[in-house]
């Protein structure tokens, strides 16, 4: 794999994968010993995220949506973008985990874990709105794959590609549901300079997961030396 130029992270990822189905082979016999542990893992590289959506991007693709008439997607990117859900954990919920004080109640996550994620109230009488008037009183699918027709849900590969077309829409096609989340982590820690926040908010186990997003991005290093503009002007005028 070295030697075909593969990046680390995909040497790590096919290492992991074959690890797992030898260790399943020695659990059933087949093999004595797992051969991949005996051999050295690439190093794990944390890089903070690229391409990461601003405030402005996230809400013009809530408006475009409003402008679409398209409840069901107004719904989905106002959970996406307040919440920095996962994917998967949008495409699982369910009209029980709505609470009206709080926002979101037993959400499925990461892991086979649940979490309670709040919401600006704002949104939470929306999606109870749009629930009442726009799915029917049987259905228990919040985001359902062809806007309240049909009891499924949709999958989280529905909800990517959503995403591209919206994003292509609004003039940011490399648009993500994942950039998202990263989109609302950067919010959250810029507004409040607070990582466990920000942990807490993500449902990350760890706090070294979340301390990508202490990475100083070029726009926050401008902001940082905004201070020396009006020393500099001074300087310069009595010059």
Known sequence: MAAADLALETMRVRQSVLSSFCAWLVKRGVLPSNPVARLDRPPHRREAPKQVPGSAIM????????????????????????????????????????????????????????????????????????????????????????????????TGQNIWRLCKVYGRLIGYPMLKPHGLRHGVALEVLEQHHDLEQVRALLGHARLDTTQIYTTIRPPQLKRAVAFYEEQAQQILGNA
């Open 59 to 154: 809400d013009t693709l809530v408006q475009t949506a409003r402008q679409r008439g398209r409840p069901r997607d107004v719904a989905m990117f106002l959970i996406l973008r307040y919440t920095g859900m996962r994917r998967e954990s949008v495409a699982t919920l369910r009209v029980r985990h709505l609470d009206g004080e709080w926002g979101l109640r037993g959400v499925r996550v990461k892991g086979g874990k649940t979490r309670d994620i709040p919401l600006p109230t704002a949104v939470t009488q929306f999606l109870q709105t749009y629930i009442n008037m726009t799915l029917s009183k049987d259905m228990d699918v919040v985001t359902p794959d062809t806007r309240g027709k049909t009891r499924a849900p949709m």
